[in-house]
């Protein structure tokens, strides 16, 4: 019981889509982010970069 009572103030309701009637969790609303930042030109230059700095990184090692 106290753990429960310790724990009241951490919890959060769940999260709705805009029908109200569906709900996901945060995992599915981060894939949902990704989704739209892939549609993006730029973000997609920005991830290749990325991937190639990590790459030459791990490859110097």
Do not use: C, W
């Not at 739209?36 to 090692?61: C, G, N, P, R, S």
């Amino acid at each position: 019981m106290a753990r429960r009572l310790a724990n009241k103030g951490r919890r959060s309701a769940p999260k709705t889509t805009e029908l109200g009637t569906k709900q996901y969790s945060s995992y599915e609303e981060k894939i949902q982010a990704y989704r739209k930042y892939i549609e993006q030109e730029d973000y997609l230059e920005y991830a290749i970069d990325k991937i190639a700095v990590e790459l030459t990184h791990f490859l110097m090692k």
